[in-house]
């Protein structure tokens, strides 16, 4: 996955500085000196021996990567960002033109409640190097995101001066609903490495849930097969037959690897395991526990429910690296019974899980916000007990929990996402209330619950609130979305909110100015799927006229030349035609090209001919996505990705030769024949089973291999373009 140079922007930016501010996503208070230093002059990472094995104890993992770690991890994205490779080293004191990684202590290390935090760091530029200096690693870390932003908003010149930045809270990030829709283990943790460049902390995974049970149209029979998935795979005899779909689950390897990738860039996974409400994949396993009438709730009472839940745990903890877990807790409410009557065993259960938990793990629990404490009730929840909040209908959360002495993140719905269609939540977050979402004045922040009313709102000091997370969800199902699409989703506010979570200080003008400068430089990761190109040809294959192999070359690979000047030149093991004019896919024969994916925007233009009595095969495939010729029961042109089929009201036509072309246009996808009116493809949601939507998909282009597959017929050319023409003057350092 290649990566794009872009060119900066600091004249832009000089014009609408902070005085005392760096500007960046979050803003990093900073003295600004005399002079500046050149990133070009740095030599050598110097790592603190007396610190390079310490590790961060204070936040949510409990596999906090050490100094020495961090730093490794640094000199791959300094080399990424500034096309610079620099060696790390072992040094007591800065050095000349060296980046000085070290520990230290400041009073004005402190979170938004004045309490010491460990996730605070100094940064001293000088006109002889660089000093970063955490409270702990993790300190570090966020100075080191500081560094490689402004080296890429500067051209690498940094400005030199001193400045120490603290995060007002600890929990900074999202929450997405891997339940309702798989998401691979690679995707979560390069969604952990862009937020991680935004100084976010937090991926708190949903690890089971189904879709909305509606009693009402569904038969018992149906809602015993509705979809509903319980991700992790464990084969422990103790949980046999919960989770019945090994191909869109985690495995131990797999969760160590998503925990372990996203711990390496500071971001702790948070497990949640939802019960005793959204638990049709418990009912399905063993149906006696189901609640009758409304079988996604559990039924508390009965005897096995809470052992059941409890094994559940015992068997999934040991995979947990966290100081604490959610146990879901989210909308226990039957349309029968009030809700006093669920308050009460809900209670017992979230009690009961709280303590079973710590005592076997020295976990923490944390739970949606739904039945706040009453004086009438038989029980209320302990304050051991963490609470998310997210919606005022279910709890003011500054009355009802944080004046009762529990914590409270907040998750409020104002930042909800659902993928392509809901009644009541949009697609993509909403930037003006990012900016202008305090009641009283100015941005969104972790404490502002109500963005309407400061009543509801604790003071900004309030050592009960640890952060927010944003949160997205899947409400109707696994064929809403591709993975990508919820990183599409996030991508134009998510940024911005970081800088409030963080308690930057940001205005929207700035945040407009430098957010694609950045974007484009977020190391470990391409989410994007962007592809490096000289001009707006990335890849430009002229298939007439290859040289026709002899018999004794027939299997060996020809090269076929990229006539772009990228030098994306691919190789085939396929024959050509007799005349020379075209390169012949068939027995399963393929081109490959040294590329994966392209992101939006862009056109993929292919002149073929379908041979005659053609079974369907795949045209072009990629590690995202696959255009198909048909499956093994239809003939019509489909887009595959995220293990769902897209398909057009199209078929190729046999024996012609045609130009198609497919095209990502912002979140829409399209394909074109001859020139033709462009068909799109779309896919169709259930809603709750009573309606269908339509809604657009954007797919990204797969670029890997063509053919390959059953598919029969010929290609003349093959052409990707980019819709936007990038400028490559070089970016930072010689
Ligand atoms: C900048 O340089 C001037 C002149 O040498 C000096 O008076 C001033 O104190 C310096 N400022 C800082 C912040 O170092
Ligand atoms: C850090 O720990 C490793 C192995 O645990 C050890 O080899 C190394 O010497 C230690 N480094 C320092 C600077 O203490
Ligand atoms: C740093 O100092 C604060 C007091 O200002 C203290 O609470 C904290 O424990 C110290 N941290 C370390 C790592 O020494
Ligand atoms: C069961 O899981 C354990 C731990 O992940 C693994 O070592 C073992 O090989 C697995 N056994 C089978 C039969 O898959
Ligand atoms: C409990 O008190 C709430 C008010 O706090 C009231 O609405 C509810 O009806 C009471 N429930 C019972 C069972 O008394
Ligand atoms: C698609 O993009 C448009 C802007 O180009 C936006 O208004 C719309 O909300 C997006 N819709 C979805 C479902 O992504
Ligand atoms: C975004 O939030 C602002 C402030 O609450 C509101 O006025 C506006 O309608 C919202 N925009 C959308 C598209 O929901
Ligand atoms: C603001 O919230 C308070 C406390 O919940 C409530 O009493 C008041 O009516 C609200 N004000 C408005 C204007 O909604
Ligand atoms: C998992 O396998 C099922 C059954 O073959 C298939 O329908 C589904 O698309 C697969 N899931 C993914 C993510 O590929
Ligand atoms: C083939 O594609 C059609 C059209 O999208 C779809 O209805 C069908 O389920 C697919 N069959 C298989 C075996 O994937
Ligand atoms: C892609 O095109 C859409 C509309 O055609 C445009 O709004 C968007 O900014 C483009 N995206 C990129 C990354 O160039
Ligand atoms: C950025 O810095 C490089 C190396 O110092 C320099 O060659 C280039 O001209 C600079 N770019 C701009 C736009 O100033």
Known sequence: MARFKKTFVAVVLCSSTVLGDLIGIPTVPFAVGNGTFDLGQIEEILIDPRYANATDTNGWTLIPPTLGQFAETFADDFASVTRKRVPTHSGNVPRKHSIFLTLDNSTEYQDAAARWTSEAYSLTVTKGGIVISGASPLGVWWGTRTLLQQASLRNGSLAAGTGVD????????????????????????????????????????????????????????????????????????????????????????????????????????????????????????????????????????????????????????????????????????????????????????????????????????????????????????????????????????????????????????????????????????????????????????????????????????????????????????????????????????????????????????????????????????????????KTSVILDYDLQGLPSASASAATEHKVVRDLSGNEYHGHTNCNVSKSNSSVVFENGCSLSTPLSSKGRNYTLSFHLTQHVDSPPGPLFTGPDSELRSGNGTSTQIMLVSAGNAFALNYSLPAGEWADATLIGRGNRTFFAVNGGEEMEFTTKLGVNGASFVWANMAVVAPLETVGGGKWRGEMRSIKLVDRVVCDLSPIILA
Not at 255 to 268: K, P, W
């Open 166 to 533: 603290s995060p007002g809270w600890n929990t900074r990030g999202i929450f997405l609903d891997a339940g309702r829709h798989y998401y691979p283990p690679s995707f979560i943790v390069e969604m952990c490495s862009w937020i991680s460049y935004w100084k976010q902390n937090t991926f708190h995974l949903h690890l089971s849930d189904n879709l909305y049970n509606n009693v009402d149209v569904y038969s018992l029979e149906r809602q015993m097969e509705l979809y509903a998935r319980f991700r992790l795979l464990s084969n422990d005899s103790a949980v046999a037959g919960l989770n019945l779909h090994p191909n869109e689950s985690y495995t131990r390897q797999d969760f160590d690897d998503i925990q372990y990738g996203c711990a390496a860039r500071g971001v702790t996974v948070i497990p949640e395991i939802e019960a005793p409400g959204h638990a049709l994949v418990i009912s399905q396993w063993k149906s006696q526990l189901a609640l009758e009438g409304q079988i996604d709730l559990l039924n508390i009472s009965h005897p096995d429910t809470i052992p059941t839940m409890e094994t559940v745990w015992r068997t999934f903890l040991p995979w947990f690296y966290t100081k604490a877990v959610h146990i879901g807790a989210d909308e226990y409410v039957d349309s029968q019974l009030s809700s006093d009557a669920l308050a009460g065993v809900y209670n017992t259960f979230v009690n009961t899980m709280d303590q079973y938990i710590y005592n076997i793990s020295g976990k923490a629990t944390r739970i949606w916000g739904t039945f706040p404490p009453k004086a009438n009730y038989t029980n209320n929840i302990s304050t051991d007990v963490a609470v998310q909040h997210w919606e005022f209908f279910e709890d003011y959360p500054y009355q009802d929990y944080i004046q009762k002495g529990h914590s409270v993140i907040n998750s409020d719905d104002h930042f909800y996402l659902v993928q392509k269609y809901s009644a009541s939540y949009p697609n993509e977050l909403n930037k003006t209330l990012i900016f202008y979402g305090n009641p009283l004045g100015g941005g969104f922040a972790p404490y502002i619950f109500d963005p309407n009313n400061a009543t509801n709102n604790p003071p900004k000091e309030n050592p009960l609130v640890p952060g927010h997370i944003a949160a997205q969800w899947n409400d109707y199902g696994y064929n809403t979305s591709t993975y990508l699409e919820a990183y599409y989703s996030w991508r134009d506010g998510l940024p911005a909110l970081a800088d409030k979570q963080w308690g930057g200080s940001l205005t929207e003008a700035q945040y407009d100015v430098i957010f694609e400068t950045l974007q484009a430089a977020a190391p470990g990761q391409n989410l994007d799927r962007v592809v490096e190109t």
